[in-house]
């Protein structure tokens, strides 16, 4: 069993990493990009103190080497569930579950809103992993809304177990190109059904499948999270960064504004220590 797991390699995650490895303590970190991609793309920051004029790309590598050179490792993987199992949590990354004592959440802003029905569907024909579930619908209709080209493979893995997936890339150049592949045209709006998800109604058609799956880089806190308490998306915590749900923290973007860098940072470290001090509690 871990101490704790980390979700997301952006600022507060970085700085939540290196706090966790100088307090002694067993984690897991994982997150589906190396670093954040918002924050390597900003061209100037201005306000990090001591490092005036840094790139964002400099920044997040600097933080990032950082934490590797104190031999924090990053696993690749999408975090799709968290559990409490009484005591402890459940974290759900692709097919395999990780066992902790406390989770911290780095996960950043959560830009794709979910579809209408996707929550209320979701281990109902609907589901976030295709190498955890992909094998239920074995010989059957699948239909995948895919969010990054990183997801492809995913997709492709699909179209080699089902009869058929209808494919709705959003973004450009999609290049699936199994043979059982069926490319949608519109945006997604919603998934309806009875009992089970039947359809996904997107602006232009509607698709009827056995199961659908939605790939994309970081799941809705409420959706990650069942029970924890959020507000327009945000995530409420204290200023030790405790949320509702005992053991279960949150830094960075994911809390709400101002969305700062060193804001960012500072708010990984605290959530780094009021872990650790839950831990040694629990212990």
């Given at each position: 069993?871990?101490?704790?797991?980390?979700?997301?390699?952006?600022?507060?995650?970085?700085?939540?990493?290196?706090?966790?490895?100088?307090?002694?303590?067993?984690?897991?970190?994982v997150a589906s990009e190396p670093t954040s991609l918002k924050a390597a793309r900003a061209e100037l920051i201005k306000n990090y103190p001591g490092l005036p004029d840094v790139t964002g790309e400099q920044l997040c590598w600097a933080l990032k080497n950082h934490a590797e050179s104190m031999g924090a490792r990053l696993t690749d993987g999408v975090a799709t569930g968290v559990f409490d199992t009484v005591g402890k949590y459940s974290v759900l990354v692709g097919d395999e579950s990780y066992d902790t004592r406390t989770v911290i959440l780095c996960t950043?802003?959560?830009?794709?809103?979910?579809?209408?029905?996707?929550?209320?569907f979701l281990g109902r024909g609907v589901s976030y992993c295709a190498v955890c579930d992909g094998f239920l619908y074995k010989g059957?209709?699948?239909?995948a809304v895919i969010y990054d080209k990183k997801f492809?493979?995913?997709?492709?893995?699909?179209?080699?177990?089902?009869?058929?997936?209808y494919v709705l890339p959003m973004y450009k150049n999609c290049n699936i190109s199994a043979?059982?592949?069926?490319?949608v045209d519109g945006k997604p709006l919603e998934i309806s059904g009875g009992l089970r998800a039947e359809t996904l109604k997107t602006s232009s058609t509607s698709v009827s499948a056995d199961g659908f799956f939605v790939l994309r880089?970081?799941?809705?806190?409420?959706?990650?999270?069942?029970?924890?308490?959020?507000?327009?998306?945000?995530?409420?915590?204290?200023?030790?960064?405790?949320?509702?749900?005992a053991g279960v923290f949150a830094?960075?973007?994911?809390t709400g504004a101002p969305y700062q860098y060193a804001k960012a940072v500072g708010e990984g470290n605290v959530a780094a220590h009021s872990a650790a001090e839950y831990i040694d509690g629990v212990k």
């Amino acid at each position: 069993m871990y101490d704790a797991v980390i979700i997301g390699a952006g600022p507060a995650g970085i700085s939540a990493a290196i706090n966790l490895k100088l307090l002694g303590k067993n984690f897991l970190w994982v997150a589906s990009e190396p670093t954040s991609l918002k924050a390597a793309r900003a061209e100037l920051i201005k306000n990090y103190p001591g490092l005036p004029d840094v790139t964002g790309e400099q920044l997040c590598w600097a933080l990032k080497n950082h934490a590797e050179s104190m031999g924090a490792r990053l696993t690749d993987g999408v975090a799709t569930g968290v559990f409490d199992t009484v005591g402890k949590y459940s974290v759900l990354v692709g097919d395999e579950s990780y066992d902790t004592r406390t989770v911290i959440l780095c996960t950043g802003v959560v830009t794709s809103k979910p579809l209408k029905g996707e929550s209320e569907f979701l281990g109902r024909g609907v589901s976030y992993c295709a190498v955890c579930d992909g094998f239920l619908y074995k010989g059957k209709t699948i239909c995948a809304v895919i969010y990054d080209k990183k997801f492809e493979r995913e997709a492709e893995y699909l179209c080699s177990l089902a009869h058929a997936v209808y494919v709705l890339p959003m973004y450009k150049n999609c290049n699936i190109s199994a043979q059982n592949a069926r490319f949608v045209d519109g945006k997604p709006l919603e998934i309806s059904g009875g009992l089970r998800a039947e359809t996904l109604k997107t602006s232009s058609t509607s698709v009827s499948a056995d199961g659908f799956f939605v790939l994309r880089a970081s799941v809705a806190p409420a959706t990650l999270v069942k029970g924890i308490e959020t507000e327009g998306g945000r995530i409420i915590a204290d200023r030790k960064c405790a949320t509702n749900l005992a053991g279960v923290f949150a830094a960075g973007d994911c809390t709400g504004a101002p969305y700062q860098y060193a804001k960012a940072v500072g708010e990984g470290n605290v959530a780094a220590h009021s872990a650790a001090e839950y831990i040694d509690g629990v212990k």
